[in-house]
């Protein structure tokens, strides 16, 4: 299995180019499952979760053309419309192949996500959304079985639906959903998340009528048919983040191009609370740092306030900045599992609930750690560039599934970091 090996102390300095967004492609990709003709993205990461997605589509039988960032999706013959045990328990966000499945196809049996490394998880408010938009849903043998035959013309109804907490990917399931639908569907708490409208934007390209994406009520007007359209995928603002917190604990001076400021706006205003530089120009971010830091308390919350997948970020900053900080998670309820690797490079971290103290320390010392999930690989990463002497960071596969060429691009901005293998 392959490892990371870091040399901290070096600072950063230079230009990186942003990839295309995990999370905006996967329920992207998803979409192709509604169009009759063929769907061109571009910006598509090459990323373990992307490659894990189009090997679902291509089990469903959608032709998957990919030219580096560019993947050509037809989904003219699909012949399946599951989505196995195997494939969800590598990757929870299959869950989005249930809402385009059931709306073109009338029937999806999708395995049911089970626990994962940060909290339960569940995928109820997907499954009562679906309902409520008419489907029948049978819970069998851990398989969630939907179907619409029962419905005029199999159709899902539009209905009005509130979902009790905003959930990203449940919006997103039900915003598909209802492209397709018999009449109109008001998703009411809906996630605002930029990657919510980056779907929303490539639907109505395929000829969706949504609107409100990015708002708290999304209506969608359900049309007959959708066809396919060319996208061009929304830049990852969680990777964006991780390389400005890490030039601000290292210092240095790093442009990050094709970036999105305006979808960053929480993580901006702590990078300069903490001390950073950050500047705006167009589509590029620059950050500047002496990598003497101050110590900023975090509470994640859903968009725009601070995201969820930068709290192992910030908890990292937290450890070598002057002072204590408190740092309080709401979004999961098991989303601390960084702090023991933390404190194996010898961070001041104590837990209480939902909330973690940090006391920021002169140094940080390098040892071996083990990557538990996605965010929290990216903490020991950016801790591992600031630690005296060698971190090795194992089981980064965590990390190879949300960071496109993750070596390369902190090597290229001066950073001491392999892989062995
Ligand atoms: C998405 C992101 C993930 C991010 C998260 C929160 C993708 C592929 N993943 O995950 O990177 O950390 O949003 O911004 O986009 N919940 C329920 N019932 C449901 C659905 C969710 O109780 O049916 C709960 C979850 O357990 C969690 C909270 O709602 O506590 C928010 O989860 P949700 O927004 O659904 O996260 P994901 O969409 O899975």
């Not at 942003?18 to 061109?40: D, F, Q, R, V």
């Not at 539009?158 to 009790?164: E, F, P, S, T, V």
Request: charged letters at 20%.
């Amino acid at each position: 299995m392959d490892k990371l090996i870091i040399k901290g102390g070096a600072q950063l300095n230079g230009d990186v180019i942003i990839s295309g967004a995990k999370n905006a492609a996967l329920p992207i990709l998803c979409a192709s499952l509604l169009a009759e003709t063929p769907l061109k993205l571009s910006s598509v990461a090459a990323l373990k979760d992307i490659d894990t997605t189009l090997k679902l589509l291509d089990t469903m039988g959608v032709k998957v053309t990919r030219q580096a960032d560019e993947v050509t999706l037809d989904a003219s013959e699909v012949a399946s419309f599951e989505a196995t045990y195997e494939m969800v328990k590598t990757m929870r966000a299959s869950i989005l192949v249930l809402g385009p499945l059931l709306a073109r196809f009338g029937s999806a049996r999708v395995s049911l996500p089970g626990g994962c490394a940060i909290g339960s998880r569940p995928v109820d408010l997907h499954i009562k959304g679906l309902q409520a938009m008419g489907a029948a849903i049978h819970i069998t043998h851990g398989y969630i079985q939907a179907s619409t035959l029962h419905l005029p013309n199999r159709r899902l109804q539009g209905a009005r639906y509130y979902m009790d907490l905003v959930t990203v990917t449940g919006t997103e399931n039900l915003m598909m959903a209802a492209a397709l639908a018999d009449g109109t569907t008001v998703l009411e708490n809906a996630a605002k998340e930029p990657e919510v409208v980056d779907l929303a934007e490539c639907l109505n390209k395929m000829g969706a009528k949504i609107e409100g994406a990015g708002t708290d009520v999304i209506t969608i007007e359900g049309v007959e048919k959708l066809n396919g359209a060319s996208h061009d995928i929304v830049c990852d603002r969680i990777e964006a983040g991780t390389y400005m917190v890490a030039v601000a604990m290292t210092g240095g001076e790093v442009t990050l191009l094709n970036a999105r400021a305006d979808l960053l706006d929480a993580v901006i205003d702590k990078l300069r609370e903490a001390g950073a530089e950050v500047t705006v120009s167009g589509d590029s971010i620059s950050v500047k740092s002496d990598g003497q830091l101050k110590a900023v308390n975090i509470r994640t919350a859903p968009h725009p306030a601070f995201p969820t997948d930068m709290q192992a970020q910030f908890m990292a900053l937290n450890t070598v900045s002057d002072g204590v900080a408190k740092v309080t998670e709401t979004i999961f309820e098991n989303r601390f599992m960084h702090v023991q690797e933390l404190q194996r490079l010898g961070a001041d971290i104590s837990i209480d609930g939902n909330t973690a103290l940090v006391k920021g320390a002169s140094h940080l010392d390098g040892a071996t750690v083990m990557a538990t999930d996605l965010r929290a690989s990216a903490s020991l990463v950016l801790a591992g560039l600031v630690a005296r002497d060698e971190t090795v960071i194992e089981r980064i596969y965590h990390l190879d599934r949300g960071y496109e060429h993750l070596e390369e691009k902190f090597t290229a901005l001066g950073a001491n970091i392999r892989r062995e293998n």
